[in-house]
């Protein structure tokens, strides 16, 4: 089942746009009647049938709504350090979204090496991803934050900080969060949160945590964060 993203939908029709349209005519080689679904990115998936195949203005025929499709009773931010190769930074929020992320926010640390995203860039990435994943809700790309001001903020939910510092008393996810809490955990660089960082963190009501034995490159450790809880709240 082919999925399209449909920000604007109202009403009983959607028309595609230009590249969208020739993508769905002429490449996929649909045809009328054939069956596709819309995502808004309001928590809202909508199924129609393709009423018009015209290559640059193709219609789909709404059938059904569903409304809060797959909506979570908890919530995941991701507090991630931007990466020197951009493209691992953007395999993680790839691989987050399908998972599942309500939010992602780019954090300035210590040891960040390159501080920059490709924002447009990334935002095309989430609504990829959501479509692939059927995800009716989407995943917010907040703007980069330097790390103090970002523990400063009032944030609600468990608040987590994953670093490899091995003399700390780090716990497991599990051990932190329960089932339905919604949750805030920080990532760091390459090299790691300094150990001042860990400590700034937890004067502001941060627990440090581990996500196992192994030692984990940045966006690994960051969808092994996303799983664990997702895992947690099945």
Known sequence: MQV????EISGEKYILDRNESKHVIRVLRMREGTPVNLIDGRGNLYEGIISDPDPARCTIEIKAVIHDFEKRNYRIHIAISPLKNPERFEWFVEKA???????????ICKNTEKPGVKTDRITNLIISAMKQSLKAYPTNLNETKDFKD????????RLMIAHCHGGSLRSKISEVCSKGDDVVIMIGPEGDFSEEEVNEAM?????????GTSRLRTET??????HSIYFINQ
């Open 150 to 157: 970002f523990i400063s903020e009032a944030h609600t939910g």
């Open 203 to 211: 004067s502001k009501n941060f627990t440090q945590i581990h996500l």
């Open 221 to 226: 450790a960051g969808v092994a964060a996303c």
């Open 4 to 7: 399209f993203y449909a920000p």
């Open 97 to 107: 979204v399908e998972i599942g992320v309500d939010e992602i926010t780019p954090l």
